[in-house]
């Protein structure tokens, strides 16, 4: 792959963005540090879990699957009905780097799509503590 390669290209493609999804909702799942997070979501995650992965695949520079359902993401109105603060945030950004970890995405890419995730994140949170 050449500089010009997307995020999504130096993943891995579609199935790599969705086994880097499953690995993080399984540690959502799985793990005791992430239920905060997790009481957030629905008793199934299936739907999250499509969601997440047909965001990602657009957000990285792969095929737009979640604008081609639902149009634009809008993201913080999406997100307003849940209380996300700074510990969701950090929850949330621990989770998905565990899962980048496990999931085997190279360190460099990971920084990056780390310090991008960060940035989001925060900007995702809707009251102060």
């Known amino acids: 792959m ?3 390669a997307t995020p999504f290209d130096r993943l891995g493609g579609e199935a790599a963005v969705r086994a880097l999804v499953d690995r993080f909702y399984d540690l959502m799942d799985l793990e005791p540090q ?4 997790r ?3 629905p008793s199934t995650l299936d739907g999250s879990r499509d969601k997440l992965f047909w965001f990602l695949c657009g ?3 792969g095929p737009n699957h979640y604008i081609e359902r639902f149009g634009h993401p809008m993201l ?3 997100h307003l009905p849940y ?3 700074s510990a969701e945030r950090d929850h949330w950004m621990a989770c998905m780097t565990q899962a980048m970890q496990e999931s085997g995405v190279d360190a460099e890419l990971a920084a990056g799509l780390q310090q991008a995730f960060q940035g989001t994140a ?3 949170r809707n ?3």
């Open 83 to 85: 209380a996300i603060g």
């Open 76 to 78: 913080r109105a999406r």
């Open 127 to 129: 009251r102060s503590t």
């Open 59 to 61: 957000w990285l520079g």
């Open 122 to 124: 925060d900007w995702m």
């Open 39 to 41: 009481a957030l979501h």
């Open 34 to 37: 992430y239920q905060g997070i």
């Open 2 to 4: 050449g500089d010009a």
